[in-house]
């Protein structure tokens, strides 16, 4: 009768440890699980900031090229009033924007 409480015993401290084992490596994983979620939110808003930051040079890209179109426009005007003035001062602007929207060609490269 000893021997057979003894094996028992023995039977149910092993299953004790074996069911603690298997908690440990469930808590593990629910860490694991909890832990993957911060990197997520962070790149969700990544991705979000991404495409606005996209939006924003697509944009402005744009209202560059309006300045260099309404120069365009003005300067030959400018030149044939002979208001050497106003051709710098167009000329400037224009060389400006077209410096501004080639670094944001570069930029928006980039970002894709």
Same mark, same amino acid.
Do not use: H
């Given at each position: 009768?000893n021997?057979?409480?003894?094996?028992?015993?023995?039977?149910f401290?092993?299953?004790?440890?074996?069911?603690?084992s298997h908690?440990?490596?469930?808590?593990?994983?629910?860490?694991?699980?909890?832990?993957?979620?911060?990197?997520?939110?962070?790149?969700?808003?990544a991705? #979000? #900031?991404?495409?606005?930051?996209?939006?924003?040079?697509?944009?402005?890209?744009?209202k560059?090229?309006?300045?260099?179109?309404?120069?365009?426009?003005?300067?030959?005007?400018?030149?044939?009033?002979?208001? #050497?003035?106003?051709?710098?001062?167009l000329?400037?602007?224009?060389?400006?924007?077209?410096?501004?929207?080639? #670094?944001?060609?570069?930029?928006?490269?980039k970002?894709?």
């Open positions: 009768m021997t057979q409480k003894s094996v028992y015993n023995k039977l401290k092993e299953e004790a440890t074996e069911l603690a908690e440990v490596e469930l808590a593990g994983l629910d860490d694991i699980v909890a832990a993957e979620a911060a990197p997520n939110q962070f790149m969700d808003k991705i #979000a #900031a991404k495409k606005e930051a996209m939006t924003n040079f697509v944009e402005a890209q744009r560059y090229k309006t300045v260099i179109e309404l120069c365009d426009k003005y300067l030959p005007m400018a030149k044939e009033l002979g208001d #050497a003035n106003t051709v710098r001062t000329t400037n602007k224009r060389k400006m924007a077209n410096d501004m929207f080639k #670094a944001l060609n570069i930029d928006i490269t970002l894709k």
